[in-house]
């Protein structure tokens, strides 16, 4: 299967402990997004990659966050002294190239911060 | 502020009938909107899209109905089938916002067969 995957799939932490997700999007898509979903609500933005640039952050994206995508392939979101706040599903995207392409979804990385 | 917002949290439908799910947007900025179904322990999956040039787009079974003027879209679905029951997410864009998307708070559809 050729869809986006992310790893991994649930994360149970202590609260001031560092994580790190892994996303690997569909082959050849050039965009990646990553998206973050709390109980009862809709996927939230929080930033996008065109390749290996990060182009749009969002101000939910705070401080304690990153996201790389180093050679344009595999992504990685990365939070630092996580919150019980950060506890949420973290859903990545891929696209192939243009604003119009349709967001391949991969299942979350579901994080519980204890 | 929610921007996009689905009303309903929760729709029933009987087998064969029609599901219609709604949407309402608050900015006027959005000129692309979809529809995502998302099953337990998956990711979202795309269903249907249309742009703001058009009022209608349909594709099998589903229909996607666009309001610029009431800022208001809905889903059709008919016949509405067991295998239907899912989470739909309203979803939106800004043409030049790289595709960034605002989703709705999701409505949960059971179809009762």
């Known amino acids: 299967d050729t869809g986006v995957s992310q790893d991994p799939r649930h994360k149970i932490t202590k609260r001031g402990q560092n994580v790190t997700f892994r996303c690997d999007p569909i082959?050849?898509?050039?965009?990646l997004y990553w998206y973050r979903q709390t109980l009862g609500q809709g996927p939230e933005f929080l930033t996008y990659?065109?390749?290996?640039?990060?182009?749009?952050k969002s101000r939910l994206l705070s401080d304690r966050f990153s996201a790389e995508r180093p050679k344009g392939s595999f992504s990685t979101l990365e939070i630092q002294r996580t919150e019980q706040g950060d506890s949420a599903m973290y859903l990545c995207?891929?696209?192939?190239?243009?604003?119009?392409?349709?967001?391949?979804f991969g299942p979350g990385t579901r994080l519980t911060v204890l | 502020d929610q921007q996009v917002k689905q009303n309903s949290p929760s729709l029933s439908v009987q087998e064969g009938r029609i599901s219609i799910l709604n949407c309402d947007y608050t900015?006027?900025?959005?000129?692309?909107f979809l529809w995502y179904k998302k099953y337990p322990a998956e990711g979202p999956t795309f269903l249907i899209s249309?742009?703001?040039?058009?009022d209608k787009n349909e594709d099998g079974r589903f229909t996607v109905f666009l309001n610029k003027s009431a800022k208001h879209l809905s889903l059709h679905i008919v016949p509405s089938q067991p295998g239907d029951s899912a989470v739909y997410f309203c979803?939106?864009?800004?043409?030049?916002?790289?595709?960034?998307?605002?989703f709705g708070g999701g409505t949960r559809l059971m179809v009762k067969p």
């Open positions: 995207a891929s696209s192939l190239r243009t604003a119009w392409d349709e967001q391949f």
């Open positions: 082959s050849e898509h050039n965009r």
């Open positions: 990659f065109q390749n290996e640039a990060q182009l749009e």
């Open positions: 900015n006027s900025m959005f000129d692309y």
């Open positions: 249309i742009s703001s040039i058009k």
């Open positions: 979803a939106a864009s800004e043409g030049n916002a790289g595709n960034m998307l605002t």
